[in-house]
Structures are given as C-alpha cells and as structure tokens.
C-alpha cells in the first residue's frame, strides 16, 4: 500500500501538506522509504502513533518514526483514508476484528441472534 508523506509548513501551525513525488510503502510490519526499510514495532513497543489533533482531508493522521527512533524530528506524518486506515490496521494486526475477545464476542452475538429466531420459530 502506497501513502503520500505530509509535512508542516509552519511550526506548530498544525497546517499540514503535501510532499511532491514522496511515498511511503507500507507492509507487514515495516515501511520503505527511499528504498529503506523501517520498522513499524517490535515485541514490546510500537513505533508510529496515531495524531488526533491534526487534520488534511479528514484523513487518519498517524506519525511515524525513523529506523524505530522516539525522537519526534526524525519521523514524518502520513494521512489514511477511512479504507486505507482499514487496511493498515489489518496490515499490522491491530484491527479491532481481529482481537481474540472480539472475535469470541461476534460468534456469541451470531449464536444469540440464531438461537432468538429458533424461538421465535417454535412459537408459531
């Protein structure tokens, strides 16, 4: 999946645009930009983060870092559509469907709403 990076024109604007001819590919795990892989997370912590105060096109903003560095100056931004957004999520196994509590909710619900209409079945 191909994303355009975004950046700040002003300092602390919170004002962001686009950057000509710059993408970023994202896969499993990691992101390539200009040919160089960067990781996404590791065991224990994650390296790119979700910015709610920013806003371009009312898209999902999310930071991320370079070569898994905390420093905020070695990151940049990029923007998600709601499909996107979807995509990455599932990408790096952090959608919401695919929690093992959510999972386990759903069938629960699937076998609640069936065992309703067999009630409703043996009334009639």
């Keep these: 999946m191909k994303i355009q990076v975004l950046e700040c024109n002003l300092k602390n604007s919170g004002k962001l645009s686009l950057v000509n001819d710059r993408f970023v590919e ?6 390539l930009e200009l040919g160089t892989s960067h990781p996404l997370y590791s065991e224990n912590e994650k390296y790119f983060k979700r910015v709610y105060c920013l806003e371009y ?41 695919q929690k093992e509590e959510n999972i386990r909710y759903i069938v629960n619900l699937i076998f609640l709403i069936i065992g309703v209409y067999l009630g409703f079945q043996k009334l009639k």
């Design 26 to 31: 994202i896969k499993k795990g990691r992101f």
């Design 57 to 97: 096109l009312k898209k999902r903003i999310y930071f991320f870092n370079r070569f898994g560095q905390k420093d905020s100056n070695s990151g940049f931004h990029v923007g998600f559509t709601w499909f996107q957004h979807q995509q990455f999520l599932l990408l790096q196994n952090r959608h919401w469907i």
